[in-house]
């Protein structure tokens, strides 16, 4: 048996979940399946404290009462391999526009600043603007924008990234710290959080606050269109080593992405969790998946089947371990889609910076949720 969706759309997409027992997933080869059970139950937490992620449409989502029985469960679970095989059913997900999936990764940067601007540290690092809000449906129809400003009641556009970088926001007390370069905050951006080390060894944790809503443009891939850098050699890596040679071009290159991030400074009580992702939960290295959240309910269990870059020099390359869905990206759209968060440090770096990895994921959906979307 099994079920499709028709998604009409800018990008018309097709998925087809099959269902699968849970004895086809192997489970009990996961080694750490105790850190997927400690991530969702973070995720319990929030959906049964109200569930911000059901405002939204999600295609796989069901409905917040669809969840509860299963994040009741959680919080009592003593066994993290029945709890999973207990409580969800498994659906292998076939994306017809993209096969083979498609599985990235991202991470925590860790750079030098300041909490006050110098000659070593001039790059600010900004906290959301009383004037960027979220747009009405309405609004959103006519604008083509999930978020923007208004002026005289009319919805526009919010300010752009050459504008913001040269000022635009100046003298509204909207920022954080500072830091070295724009390339540096830049990369933070597009990791959406990050670790700031100040002077005296304090280290200042950020995390995602909003986005400008303008739309993201990958700079790699613009890089890769004018044959700068191959796209099979693109990377993370590949792409700062361009922009430390050509500092002027990189500029010019990074307003082409309009998008642009802003951060809000979080206390960590547990310093092996990661920033706060768009879940409203503390990311967990290794299990946290950003995934497309048009199509899949924060807190989904996700098999994961892919593998680590050549070069993370893993012994073992593959991938194959249970997720949890706690955040989502510009960039992740489609339904066989997810982007890895990996933490922090030069190992996260690398594996996050290198990984562009095909695979196939599994969703364990709760049996209420799977009845209200009608799987089988």
Same mark, same amino acid.
């Given at each position: 048996?099994?079920?499709?969706?028709?998604?009409?759309?800018?990008?018309?997409?097709?998925?087809?979940? #099959? &269902?699968?027992?849970m004895?086809?997933?192997?489970?009990?080869?996961?080694?750490?399946? !105790?850190?997927?059970?400690?991530?969702?139950?973070r @995720?319990?937490?929030e959906?049964?404290?109200? $569930?911000?992620?059901?405002?939204?449409?999600?295609?796989?989502?069901?409905?917040?009462?669809?969840? /509860?029985?299963?994040?009741?469960?959680a919080?009592?679970?003593?066994?993290a391999?029945?709890f999973?095989?207990?409580?969800f059913?498994?659906?292998?997900?076939?994306? *017809?526009?993209?096969?083979?999936?498609?599985?990235?990764?991202?991470?925590?940067?860790?750079?030098?600043?300041?909490r %006050? @601007?110098?000659?070593?540290?001039?790059?600010?690092?900004?906290?959301? &603007?009383? =004037? /960027?809000?979220?747009?009405?449906?309405? *609004?959103?129809?006519?604008?083509?924008?999930?978020?923007?400003?208004?002026?005289?009641g009319?919805?526009?556009?919010?300010?752009?990234?050459?504008?913001?970088?040269? $000022?635009? +926001?100046?003298?509204?007390?909207? *920022?954080i710290?500072?830091?070295?370069?724009?390339?540096?905050?830049?990369?933070?951006?597009?990791?959406?959080?990050?670790?700031?080390?100040?002077?005296?060894?304090?280290?200042?944790?950020?995390?995602?606050?909003?986005?400008?809503?303008?739309?993201? !443009?990958?700079i790699g891939?613009?890089?890769?269109?004018r044959?700068?850098?191959?796209r099979?050699q693109?990377?993370?890596?590949?792409?700062?080593?361009?922009?430390?040679v050509?500092?002027? #071009?990189?500029?010019? +290159?990074?307003?082409?992405?309009?998008?642009?991030?802003?951060?809000?400074?979080?206390?960590?009580?547990? *310093?092996?969790?990661?920033?706060?992702?768009?879940?409203?939960?503390?990311?967990?290295?290794?299990? %946290? +998946?950003?995934? =497309?959240? %048009?199509?899949?309910?924060?807190?989904?269990?996700?098999?994961?089947?892919?593998?680590?870059?050549?070069?993370?020099q893993r012994?073992?390359p593959?991938?194959?371990?249970?997720?949890?869905?706690?955040?989502?990206?510009?960039?992740?759209?489609?339904?066989?889609?997810? #982007?890895?968060?990996?933490?922090?440090?030069? #190992?996260?770096?690398?594996?996050?910076?290198?990984?562009? %990895?095909?695979?196939r994921? !599994?969703?364990? +959906?709760?049996?209420?949720?799977?009845?209200?979307?009608?799987?089988?």
């Open positions: 048996m099994m079920t499709s969706v028709d998604e009409t759309g800018p990008v018309s997409k097709r998925v087809r979940l #099959d &269902p699968v027992g004895s086809a997933i192997p489970l009990e080869g996961d080694k750490d399946l !105790t850190l997927a059970l400690a991530a969702f139950q @995720q319990a937490h959906i049964l404290d109200g $569930g911000a992620g059901f405002a939204r449409l999600v295609s796989f989502g069901g409905t917040r009462a669809d969840w /509860l029985a299963a994040c009741r469960a919080l009592t679970a003593q066994d391999l029945t999973f095989t207990t409580n059913k498994a659906y292998r997900v076939h994306d *017809e526009e993209n096969a083979k999936g498609l599985f990235t990764g991202y991470y925590e940067p860790e750079v030098a600043g300041s %006050s @601007q110098t000659a070593e540290f001039p790059v600010p690092l900004y906290r959301k &603007p009383d =004037d /960027l809000v979220t747009f009405t449906e309405q *609004e959103h129809r006519l604008t083509g924008l999930r978020y923007g400003r208004r002026d005289g009319r919805a526009l556009p919010y300010i752009e990234r050459r504008e913001i970088e040269r $000022g635009a +926001l100046s003298g509204r007390g909207l *920022e710290c500072w830091v070295k370069t724009w390339a540096e905050a830049f990369f933070l951006q597009i990791q959406g959080s990050g670790r700031v080390l100040l002077p005296g060894g304090e280290v200042l944790r950020l995390s995602y606050a909003a986005k400008s809503g303008l739309p993201y !443009t990958g891939g613009v890089l890769a269109a044959g700068t850098i191959p099979e693109m990377s993370m890596q590949s792409l700062k080593a361009w922009m430390n050509n500092p002027d #071009d990189a500029r010019h +290159l990074m307003w082409q992405n309009k998008s642009f991030v802003f951060f809000r400074e979080i206390t960590v009580t547990d *310093e092996a969790l990661g920033a706060v992702g768009a879940a409203r939960v503390h990311l967990t290295p290794g299990r %946290s +998946l950003a995934v =497309d959240r %048009s199509n899949w309910m924060f807190g989904t269990p996700v098999w994961l089947e892919t593998s680590y870059p050549p070069e993370a012994t073992e593959d991938i194959k371990r249970l997720m949890i869905a706690q955040d989502t990206g510009s960039a992740i759209r489609g339904f066989a889609r997810g #982007d890895l968060y990996w933490g922090w440090g030069e #190992d996260a770096a690398v594996i996050a910076g290198h990984m562009k %990895s095909p695979g994921m !599994t969703v364990l +959906l709760p049996h209420a949720v799977a009845k209200t979307v009608g799987l089988p």
